[in-house]
């Protein structure tokens, strides 16, 4: 068998054969736990830099145009970046707070946290809504008398 330096002996074919001890080889069951900020953790400087990125805005407002509770795989949001580039933006907008993903293993849903979002910032989830229609669309803005 040939011996190989760089995994301490073991070649590619050893990797996984029945020869491996099992508490090394790992489990099917066992899924990818993604870490999620808390209600309590989510900060609004992170939130607003997440929303920055009009990729990212898109995915909240696709979500925000579906029921509550909707989820989600990757491919239906339709991003137009590379496979990379999406599994960036979110996992920026899923360190923020703003989504909750789930791995299922052979794919990943995607949905908005809304009770959270709008538990510790109100109205947050509703300027993004109206904030982002056309200018022709938007309610006139009330004005505020300052004097």
């Known amino acids: 068998m040939p011996w190989d330096t ?3 002996g073991r070649t590619r074919r050893d990797v996984g054969s029945p020869s491996m001890p099992q508490d090394r080889m790992p489990q099917r069951s066992e899924r ?7 209600r309590e953790e989510l900060d609004l400087e ?20 579906e029921p509550e509770g909707a989820r ?11 496979k990379a580039g999406r ?6 907008l899923r360190e923020a707070g703003l ?8 794919r990943v849903l995607v949905s908005l ?29 009330a004005s505020a008398d300052l004097g």
Not at 49 to 65: E, F, K, P
Not at 99 to 106: I, P, Q, Y
Not at 117 to 126: K, Q, S, V
């Open 72 to 82: 989600h795989s990757y491919p239906w949001f339709e991003l137009p970046v590379s």
């Open 113 to 141: 946290r809304r009770d959270d979002i709008e538990a510790r910032f109100p109205g947050l989830l509703t300027a993004i809504a109206v904030g982002s229609r056309p200018a022709g669309d938007r309610p006139a803005p």
């Open 87 to 92: 599994t960036h933006h979110f996992r920026v």
């Open 46 to 65: 992170r939130v607003l830099c997440a929303l920055t990125d009009a990729h990212r805005r898109s995915v909240i407002l696709a979500l925000l145009n």
């Open 6 to 8: 760089m995994t301490g």
């Open 32 to 38: 990818r736990q993604l870490w999620h900020p808390t």
């Open 99 to 106: 989504l909750r993903l789930d791995d299922l293993g052979n």
